[in-house]
């Protein structure tokens, strides 16, 4: 366990610091950053139970490091669950859980036009505004997360081999 605590603080720490670096943000707090990397490869070497107790931790911090939110359910949904969900889902989950705050918490403040479009349902203006930062976002960790299971060392350590 003190291993798993310890490797949960290294990549907690890393997604952090990763999130101050953001490639683009959007309005509102969606970004595109190399922040959910850690958590992913954490949860793939200690599986959901942990992983989504790094991406609850790590959505607290991601909050309070200057996280955007209306009221209480966008800092439950947009950051405690949506990385809890992260974690659990080792990346499939997150991106779940921010379109449906969209849809239902900031699609009431859904703006007329957004990209030159005009808004008109809750459901679209959350698949664009989500797809926006989500898919480049996941296209990002997933190059990166291909790249980094070249080197041998991650490998193993993704493997579990380590600890044989």
Not at 56 to 76: E, K, P, R
């Amino acid at each position: 366990a003190t291993r798993k605590l310890t490797h949960s603080a290294i990549m907690i720490a890393l997604a952090t610091v990763l999130s101050i670096f953001a490639v683009y943000k959007l309005p509102n707090g969606g970004s595109v950053t190399l922040s959910t990397l850690p958590l992913v490869l954490f949860a793939i070497r200690y599986g959901m139970g942990w992983g989504a107790m790094a991406g609850f931790v790590f959505g607290g911090l991601n909050y309070l490091m200057g996280g955007s939110a209306i009221d209480w359910t966008t800092i439950i949904c947009d950051y405690f669950l949506a990385f809890s969900m992260l974690g659990l889902g080792a990346g499939i989950f997150k991106g779940t859980a921010s379109y449906l705050v969209g849809v239902f918490v900031w699609g009431k403040w859904m703006p007329e036009e957004f990209l030159g479009m005009t808004m008109t349902t809750p459901w679209f203006y959350s698949l664009l505004y989500n797809g926006c930062w989500a898919i480049p976002d996941m296209v990002l960790t997933l190059v990166v997360f291909a790249l980094l299971y070249q080197v041998k060392p991650m490998r193993r350590y993704l493997d579990r081999e380590d600890l044989a």
